[in-house]
């Protein structure tokens, strides 16, 4: 995959190492029970900054929302999937999803969390449909 991915800070750096053992964290507030992603330093649902702690997500999703994408970019092939993916926590994710066919995924069809690996050793969290 050659598109840019960006470095780990010091709000995402906990988030990236996961990924290098193929968990997906997702943030929890200790202060009001919100999940959120992608990982801030604040949380989204009452703004404490000092609450937020590391959650691992179980993987298990459903299409929100997707498109499929005819045209060409730097690590991808086309026809693919960019998809809006409910967490089975509750929170939104955008991401690919691999698919035998694109044309057949909609809105509210089970998927499983799969990984595409970085050069680096990270991976950047895909998704897959999952066996009926």
Same mark, same amino acid.
């Given at each position: 995959m ?5 470095e780990?800070?010091e ?9 290098r053992?193929r ?5 929890s *507030?200790g202060?009001c029970g ?8 604040? *949380?989204?649902g *009452?703004g ?17 929302a *997707?498109?499929?994408?005819e ?9 693919y999937?960019?998809?809006r993916?409910?967490l089975?926590e @509750?929170?939104?994710l ?11 995924l909609?809105?509210?069809d ?10 680096d @050793? ?11």
């Open positions: 050659s598109a840019e991915v960006p780990p800070d709000v995402t750096g906990p988030w990236w190492e996961a990924t053992r968990i997906l964290l997702v943030q *507030c202060a919100h999940t959120q992603h992608p990982p801030r330093a604040l *949380c989204t *009452c404490s900054d000092r609450h937020l702690d590391w959650v691992e997500a179980s993987g298990a999703a459903v299409v929100d *997707c498109t499929v994408v045209r060409a970019m730097p690590g991808f092939t086309p026809p999937v960019v998809a993916v409910r089975a @509750g929170v939104l955008l991401s690919n999803v691999v698919a035998d066919d694109p044309y057949l909609a809105t509210g089970r998927l499983r969390l799969d990984w595409r690996p970085l050069p @050793g990270r991976a950047l969290p895909v998704f897959v449909p999952s066996e009926r």
